[in-house]
Nanobody, 128 residues
Framework: QVQLVESGGGSVQVGGSLRLSCAASGYIDSSYCMGWFRQAPGKEREGVAGIATGGGSPYYADSVKGRFTISRDSAKNTVYLQMNGLKPEDTAMYYC?????????????????????WGQGTQVTVSS
């Protein structure tokens, strides 16, 4: 069983930065994919970024490319999402997720369904 706990959310002004953390417990080996998703009120959950624990290039949603960076610290079993240049449209609940298998594409509407394990979410609010 994998458990995920997010932290690092908060309120920032436009252009600010936040770093989200996702601490994973349980068995996660090099064949997993770790992802960040977000969901704003009244909207579908959408993929933000994904990274395979075995290595390889991460995936990013077009809306966050160049502003967000996903990374992982395997020694700490933690995944991070560095968010720079935040915009009001980035306001959402952010979720960490994990799935078995290193297919990490998060850009389609079915991406969330491929992830089995989810954290409780952390709120990010960007104000102008």
């Amino acid at each position: 069983q994998v458990q995920l706990v997010e932290s690092g959310g908060g309120s920032v002004q436009v252009g600010g930065s936040l770093r989200l953390s996702c601490a994973a417990s349980g068995y996660i080996d090099s064949s997993y994919c770790m992802g960040w998703f977000r969901q704003a009120p009244g909207k579908e959950r959408e993929g933000v970024a994904g990274i395979a624990t075995g290595g390889g290039s991460p995936y990013y949603a077009d809306s966050v490319k160049g502003r967000f960076t996903i990374s992982r610290d395997s020694a700490k079993n933690t995944v991070y999402l560095q968010m720079n240049g935040l915009k009001p449209e980035d306001t959402a609940m952010y979720y960490c997720a994990a799935k078995v298998g290193d297919y990490c594409y998060i850009g389609d509407t079915q991406a969330a369904r491929r992830f089995r394990y989810w954290g409780q979410g952390t709120q990010v609010t960007v104000s102008s």
